[in-house]
C-alpha cells in the first residue's frame, strides 16, 4: 500500500514522517528511506539536508548561495543528496518492511538519480509513505491513498496512516 501525504509549507509533513517511521521501527519493522529537514543557523532557514532512516547519515540537499542548479534563493546539491538518498533508497528497496521518503519534491527533481529509484519504489510492492510537494500532488495521488494535511486533522491523519501500516506488516 502506499500512502501520499501533501499540505501547505510548515504543517507538520515531516514531523508525520518521522513519527510514523519511529513508531513503525518501535514495532520492530524495519523502516528505510529518506527524511528532509531544514538547516536553521541564526534563527533563520539556510538550506536543507536529507537524511537517511536507517543509517542517520546525512546529507546537504541545498543552501542559499550562488550555483547551479538552484531553486529560488536555493542551490541543490545534487552530489550532497544523492550520495545519502540514492544508498538509502537501494538499501530500503531490498530490506526494508515501510520506505519513507520524505519529500517528493522540486528540489529532490533535480537529481536524476532520484527520479530513478522513485519509479523502482513505485515499480517495488514494498510499502511506501510519502511526503509530497503541493504542487506534484495531482501526479501521485492516483498511485495510493492520499491525505492534505492540516493543522486541524494532522493528529488523526498520523493515527490512520499508522494503524493502516501497523496492521498491513502485521498481516504478513
Ligand atoms: N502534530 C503536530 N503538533 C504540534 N506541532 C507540530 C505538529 N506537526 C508539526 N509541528 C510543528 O510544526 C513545525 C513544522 O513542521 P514540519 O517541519 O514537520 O512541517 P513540514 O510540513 O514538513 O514543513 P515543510 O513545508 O518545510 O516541508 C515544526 O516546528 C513542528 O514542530
Same mark, same amino acid.
Given at each position: 500500500?502506499?500512502?501520499f501525504v501533501s499540505g501547505m509549507p510548515g504543517v507538520g509533513k515531516t514531523t508525520l514522517a518521522?513519527?510514523?517511521? $519511529?513508531?513503525? &521501527?518501535?514495532?520492530?519493522?524495519?523502516?528505510?528511506?529518506?527524511?528532509?529537514?531544514?538547516?536553521?543557523?541564526?534563527?533563520? /532557514?539556510?538550506?536543507? &539536508?536529507?537524511? #537517511?532512516?536507517?543509517?542517520?547519515?546525512?546529507?546537504?540537499?541545498?543552501?542559499?548561495?550562488?550555483?547551479? !542548479?538552484?531553486?529560488?534563493?536555493?542551490?541543490?546539491?545534487?552530489?550532497?543528496?544523492?550520495?545519502?538518498?540514492? !544508498?538509502?533508497?537501494? /538499501? #530500503? +528497496?531490498?530490506? #526494508? $518492511?515501510?520506505?519513507?521518503?520524505d519529500e517528493?519534491? !522540486?528540489?529532490?527533481?533535480?537529481?536524476?538519480?532520484?527520479?530513478?529509484? +522513485?519509479?523502482?519504489?513505485?515499480?517495488?510492492? *514494498?510499502? +511506501?509513505? #510519502?511526503t509530497v510537494h503541493r504542487?506534484?500532488v $495531482?501526479?501521485? /495521488? !492516483?498511485?495510493?491513498?492520499y491525505y492534505w494535511l492540516t493543522p486541524e486533522n494532522r493528529?488523526?491523519v498520523?493515527?490512520?496512516?499508522?494503524?493502516?501500516? *501497523?496492521?498491513? +506488516?502485521?498481516?504478513?
Amino acid at each position: 500500500m502506499r500512502f501520499f501525504v501533501s499540505g501547505m509549507p510548515g504543517v507538520g509533513k515531516t514531523t508525520l514522517a518521522k513519527r510514523i517511521a $519511529d513508531e513503525v &521501527r518501535r514495532e520492530g519493522f524495519k523502516v528505510g528511506g529518506i527524511i528532509t529537514e531544514e538547516i536553521r543557523e541564526g534563527g533563520k /532557514r539556510t538550506g536543507f &539536508r536529507v537524511i #537517511a532512516l536507517d543509517t542517520g547519515e546525512i546529507g546537504r540537499l541545498a543552501y542559499v548561495g550562488y550555483g547551479y !542548479p538552484r531553486l529560488g534563493k536555493y542551490v541543490i546539491d545534487v552530489e550532497g543528496f544523492e550520495r545519502v538518498a540514492i !544508498p538509502a533508497l537501494s /538499501r #530500503a +528497496l531490498r530490506g #526494508a $518492511d515501510l520506505i519513507v521518503i520524505d519529500e517528493i519534491g !522540486p528540489m529532490e527533481f533535480k537529481s536524476n538519480e532520484f527520479l530513478k529509484a +522513485l519509479g523502482l519504489v513505485l515499480k517495488s510492492e *514494498k510499502h +511506501l509513505l #510519502a511526503t509530497v510537494h503541493r504542487r506534484l500532488v $495531482d501526479r501521485y /495521488r !492516483p498511485l495510493g491513498e492520499y491525505y492534505w494535511l492540516t493543522p486541524e486533522n494532522r493528529n488523526a491523519v498520523f493515527s490512520e496512516i499508522l494503524g493502516r501500516i *501497523k496492521g498491513l +506488516l502485521k498481516e504478513k
